[in-house]
């Protein structure tokens, strides 16, 4: 029986990842070498240091722990000058509809993402109100493939794994939540999220009616 909904943030809710993607390839810039867009498939999902890594990769760059913690530091408040301007008509088609239906159904609702800034995020766009629980970045400390931030939000409920529903739109959040004994939509393509119990282009292709489907 579905009792409850663990939502990721970017890529489901809001379309932060244009502004990392921005942050993320000033920085390459500075460092002396290009970042497209491709490259910033890469970095969805993933935790802030990871995503540095990823990059420094693709430009080739060595640099000590003291040096990647300053520039994950200076990416951050880059990135936080553009989501600090947010609005709420920036949330992604269906979603508030959806969260509202599913709280006016006595569905359980909470957030499982990997950004330590997923409050801002939430008050910008007018949603804080709409979770029950929120479970971010700085409340794990395993990143995705591992199902902890979703374990969490289901104990946060008082729900059982089994008893959730996942929306991920990355493929280790989607790995994620089977690891964690949940069930799982994909948000994006069946290419990547292949392993997910049902994938959808959006929120807007999802209502109670057919998250019950999922019984
Ligand atoms: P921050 P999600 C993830 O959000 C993003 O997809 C990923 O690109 C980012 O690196 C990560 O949050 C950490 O974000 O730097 O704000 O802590 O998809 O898990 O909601
Ligand atoms: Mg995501």
Redesign the pocket.
Known sequence: MIKACLF????VIVD??KY?YIAWRELANELGFEFTETDNER??????MT?LNILLEIGGVNLSDEEKLRLAEKK?EN?RTFILKMQPDEILDGAKELLLELKDKGVKIALG??????MTILDRLELTHLFEAIID?TKVSKAKPDPEVFLKGAEALGVKPEECVVFE??EA?VEAALAGQMRCVGIGSTDVLGKANLVIDGLHQMSYKKLMELN
């Open positions: 990721d943030l970017d890529g932060t990842a990392h970095l969805k999902g993933v935790s802030r995503s951050n990135y993402s990997a950004s330590k800034n997923a970045g739109d990355a959040g």
